[in-house]
T-cell receptor
Framework: NAGVTQTPKFQVLKTGQSMTLQCAQD?????MYWYRQDPGMGLRLIYY???????DKGEVPNGYNVSRLNKREFSLRLESAAPSQTSVYFC????????????????FGPGTRLTVL | AQSVAQPEDQVNVAEGNPLTVKCTYS??????LFWYVQYPNRGLQFLLK??????LVKGSYGFEAEFNKSQTSFHLKKPSALVSDSALYFC???????????FGTGTRLQVFP
């Protein structure tokens, strides 16, 4: 049981390049999330998916797109990377089917450290 | 607006002493409150959460937190700190009608031998 996995672990891009960050979970969770972590800012939600086939914007969605490929996988795409997108990106998942939204524990992947030059 | 605040960027404590990491929140309605810990170069790990019921919540690694509705606080505590507790701690708040969490900015705990 691997939990939440993310690839790649590290990535360096040049301004304007594109890339996709991959996330998968093996806990059969309904909800998945993408966050970015910046010093002094904590974690900020980029996009989330409450169920397969649905996605919604979080606090900082500009410059990103997401795809909930199936129940297990949730990818984050940067179409044209900018230096402001240099950050550590975390994927998380939770099982929100058990009760009111917002009560369920989120489980995090190990993160992807992205640098945009 | 819904928000959560961690007023201290860093907390320093000697090993064996009690520790407190502070968290306050501002939400409408009943909050669901969480503490997560992040060790260097790792993802966040769940410590404990308050949903309803007993205001004192016990979690992993000997940590506990007390929900105080009148002071809108959810401070994290441990009676005797260990050097291995040194990490970045995040408070987060959830809400009834959404799966989203709002995270605080984090508090770095440094436990000195």
């Amino acid at each position: 049981n691997a939990g939440v996995t993310q690839t790649p672990k590290f990535q360096v891009l040049k301004t304007g390049q594109s890339m996709t960050l991959q996330c998968a979970q093996d806990m059969n969770h309904n909800s998945m999330y993408w966050y970015r972590q910046d010093p002094g800012m904590g974690l900020r939600l980029i996009y989330y998916s409450a169920s397969e086939g649905t996605t919604d914007k979080g606090e900082v969605p500009n410059g990103y797109n997401v795809s909930r490929l199936n129940k297990r996988e949730f990818s984050l795409r940067l179409e044209s990377a900018a230096p402001s997108q240099t950050s550590v990106y975390f994927c998380a998942s939770s099982d929100s089917a058990g009760g009111p939204g917002g009560t369920d524990t989120q489980y995090f992947g190990p993160g992807t450290r992205l640098t945009v030059l | 607006a819904q928000s959560v605040a961690q007023p201290e960027d860093q907390v320093n404590v000697a090993e064996g002493n009690p520790l407190t990491v502070k968290c306050t929140y501002s939400v409408s309605g009943n909050p669901y409150l969480f503490w997560y810990v992040q060790y260097p170069n790792r993802g966040l790990q769940f410590l404990l959460k308050y949903i309803t019921g007993d205001n004192l919540v016990k979690g992993s690694y000997g940590f506990e937190a007390e929900f105080n509705k009148s002071q809108t606080s959810f401070h994290l505590k441990k009676p005797s700190a260990l050097v291995s507790d040194s990490a970045l701690y995040f408070c987060a708040v959830g809400f009834y009608n959404t799966d989203k969490l709002i995270f605080g900015t984090g508090t770095r705990l440094q436990v000195f031998p």
